[in-house]
């Protein structure tokens, strides 16, 4: 069985569980606890936002050795060993992108680097990762180019020379113009993935209201290293960023790619925003170019039809007076918004903000399905075979019971519990509402694994929200098994707001012993540095409440240990080869054993 973790949520199909690890049980964890055994620095950036990549057995420096790798933003990959602590090497790719507001609203980040998670190719023994880099040493992100890089797990040293993906384009057609990638309009946190020999990475944008606002998928050679095929989720409108909180494409055994879309146009054509898109890509042959192409799709609503009027809507105020107006905590522009002339300065224009691609997406490939969520905290259950193609009239109210139809199961509530919310609604205006006056998105990926007690499990966690254990039925749908006490966020007092919610990974002895680590922050993680919490949970044997429904209660709480440790906004922990590799905001990668 697979001891290594060589991608972001552990494997192709985004799952976020290590089946391999026979140490870290519930028994040991709930009697012995847990305790730091090393700290790992990064002291060129403390803002870690990759996840921990793990190699087992790797032979480097004379000996057998289990290896850590860590990418930062400082763009900077260091390799330690991972009973020792001792640093084996590190390799700095370019001078990072200095912060800035114009980046991220919120600026906690000191500088702008390896965003994404990297990906491992063992049998190749290269490190692939995306670094944005000041080319002409400025460390404005006016003239920053994203470069994707190749490095040798052993020695540190390049492969090939850094490529630069500014200036693909990709053709759409429909008599539509060229597009062509800007590095200094895009964002790239959406980990890398492997694909038929080639490293995919997507993007969104850091300008969210220009017309040139789009995601990006392009797929680099790994033999050749040339960009073999690039893809636009907009090409009409704009939007439509790929982003996914770090989570990366997942990736079929057929090499079918599947990312989630955030806020833009759609048409069913060549724009894409707000969907789950199923692209397959074609490496390059003789006399033929490589190509990314749709071969499936689904959305539940659009932009436009969340922030629609239900009344004749009252005269704007003034470009002035809106400026003066206090932004919402979860404040963001949008395209179709900016371009009317209105700003999303409250929770009204905010829910023109709900990124269906808030949190990426999980393949089930044993059920056939796929599971998909978003700042609405709703369950979308995809079918692989047939996603169900929506088309824009598939939206209108009278048409949308048909387009919930060709969903694998029925929308559920997935992050809270509100008996007054319809997740299957005509008029996607209904979701706009706080339930409980708190935001419940979802900004992790589920966790997927099977186990014994309960079969086909899966968990989530939103912001301002608890921990939520499900079972897939044999019908497809998701039925509850139980909840934590904890919630995200407990001292966020506003509203809106809240971020990230649970950063979760799952260890388990293949269908047996499985733990639930999870990352909680006290504050709003993505407005300001915040503590964090680390709890482990028994994912099977759940407890029960006095309701009599289940509980999921902590084997382990670094609450009651008085740990402090920087939150790390959208990352999360590895759980691999008896340790708990946590990332921290701090510039440490703290290696937990039992105690």
Not at 344 to 355: F, P, S, T
Not at 543 to 556: F, H, K, V
Request: glycine residues 10%.
């Amino acid at each position: 069985m697979n001891t290594d973790v060589l991608t972001r949520s552990c494997d192709a199909a985004r799952s976020g569980a290590h089946l391999a690890e026979t140490t870290l049980t519930p028994a040991a964890v709930r009697t012995r606890g847990i305790r730091t055994a090393l700290t790992l620095r990064t002291p060129d950036d403390p803002r870690l936002e990759a996840q921990p990549l793990y190699v087992a057995g790797l032979q480097i420096r004379g000996r057998v050795r289990n290896v850590i790798y860590q990418a930062t933003m400082g763009n900077t990959v260091y390799a330690w060993d991972a009973d020792s602590g001792e640093e084996l090497w590190k390799s700095n790719v370019g001078k990072p992108v200095i912060g800035s507001n114009d980046i991220d609203a919120y600026r906690i980040n000191i500088t702008w680097g390896i965003l994404s998670t990297p990906v491992i190719d063992r049998a190749s023994g290269a490190l692939y990762a995306c670094a944005w880099v000041s080319a002409d040493g400025t460390g404005k992100w006016q003239t920053a180019v994203h470069l994707v890089v190749a490095l040798d797990i052993v020695t540190g040293a390049a492969r090939h020379p850094a490529l630069n993906l500014h200036g693909a384009t990709y053709a759409p057609g429909h008599g539509l113009p060229v597009q062509k990638f800007s590095s200094q309009e895009r964002k790239q946190r959406a980990a890398l993935a492997l694909v038929k020999g080639a490293v995919v990475v997507s993007f969104g944008t850091i300008q969210e209201t220009s017309q040139t606002a789009r995601g990006w998928v392009i797929a680099v050679d790994a033999a050749t290293w040339k960009i073999a095929a690039c893809w636009t989720s907009t090409a009409r409108g704009s939007g439509g960023g790929i982003w996914m909180s770090g989570a990366g494409p997942a990736v079929q055994s057929d090499g079918s790619i599947w990312v989630v879309t955030g806020n833009g146009d759609f048409d069913g054509q060549v724009d894409w925003g707000q969907c789950v898109v199923r692209l397959r890509y074609d490496p390059p042959a003789p006399g033929v170019p490589g190509k990314l192409a749709v071969t499936g799709w689904w959305s539940p609503w659009t932009d436009k039809a969340r922030t629609a009027p239900r009344t004749q809507a009252a005269p704007r105020a003034a470009p002035a007076a809106l400026a003066a107006l206090p932004k919402a905590t979860n404040f963001r522009a949008v395209p179709h918004l900016a371009r009317a002339g209105v700003a999303a300065m409250d929770m009204g224009g905010a829910w023109g903000d709900q990124d269906l691609g808030a949190s990426g997406i999980v393949l089930l490939e044993a059920e056939g399905i796929a599971l998909v969520s978003s700042k609405d905290g709703i369950l979308y259950t995809v079918d692989l075979a047939n996603p169900g193609n929506t088309r824009p009239t598939d939206l209108a109210p009278a048409s949308a019971a048909g387009n919930y139809a060709k969903l694998a199961a029925p929308p559920i509530l997935y992050t809270y519990y509100d008996p007054g919310m319809d997740p299957a609604t005509p008029d996607p205006r209904n979701l706009n509402r706080l339930s409980g006056n708190r935001t419940r998105h979802l900004h992790g990926t589920p966790l997927a694994w099977t186990s014994q007690a309960h079969g086909r499990m899966h968990f989530c966690g939103g912001e301002n929200s608890n921990l939520r254990a499900w079972r897939v039925t044999p019908a497809k749908t998701s039925a509850y098994l139980g909840c934590s006490a904890e919630f995200a966020s407990a001292q966020v007092t506003e509203g809106g707001g809240g971020m990230p919610g649970w950063s979760l990974a799952l260890s388990a002895n293949g269908a047996r012993d499985g733990i639930v680590w999870a990352m909680i922050p006290y504050g709003d993680a993505n407005r300001y540095p915040t503590n964090c919490r680390l709890l482990a949970y028994d994912a099977a044997q759940l407890a029960t409440w006095g309701d009599g429904s289940g509980a999921l209660l902590p084997l382990w709480d670094s609450q009651v240990w008085n740990w402090e440790f920087l939150h790390p906004k959208f990352n999360r922990p590895v759980a691999v080869g008896g340790k708990l590799l946590v990332p921290t905001y701090d510039g440490r990668v703290l290696v937990i054993t039992l105690a």
